[in-house]
């Protein structure tokens, strides 16, 4: 199996409440955050998630959030395997797509993630 290295350039969101200054600076820049394609079920992947980072003991952890409100969360690994499901009971499965990027499914929730193939020259 080809061995992955995320390359996630991606910003991470406060948590402060609406109303207040801090809460409406997190909210804009919740909107403007990094958006990745998702889809639950059937749907076709659309760039509707928002991803936060989280740098932590283990690692690297991505926050993907869908619009309706629910979440996953990633670790990224190091050891090849690209991400792993960083909680729950469900498995990530992560199929290389392209040079530049990886697909991931957990459960019946589906990301498309920016990545480096090692092995693979980047597009420019």
Do not use: W
Request: a negative charge; hydrophobic letters at 40%; charged letters at 25%.
């Amino acid at each position: 199996m080809r061995a992955l290295a995320l390359l996630l350039a991606l910003a991470a969101c406060g948590r402060e409440e609406a109303g207040t200054p801090e809460g409406e600076a997190a909210i804009a820049q919740a909107e403007a955050a990094p958006r990745v394609a998702c889809a639950k079920g059937s749907a076709e992947l659309g760039p509707n998630c928002t991803v936060e980072r989280a740098q932590g003991e283990d690692g690297l952890t991505l926050t993907l959030r869908h619009p309706d409100g629910a979440f996953r969360r990633l670790l990224v690994t190091t050891d090849g395997r690209g991400v792993v499901a960083a909680d729950g009971a469900e498995p990530a499965r992560v199929t290389v797509t392209g040079a530049n990027e990886i697909d991931v499914a957990v459960a019946d929730e589906r990301y498309r993630l920016p990545a480096t193939v090692q092995g693979q020259s980047p597009a420019r």
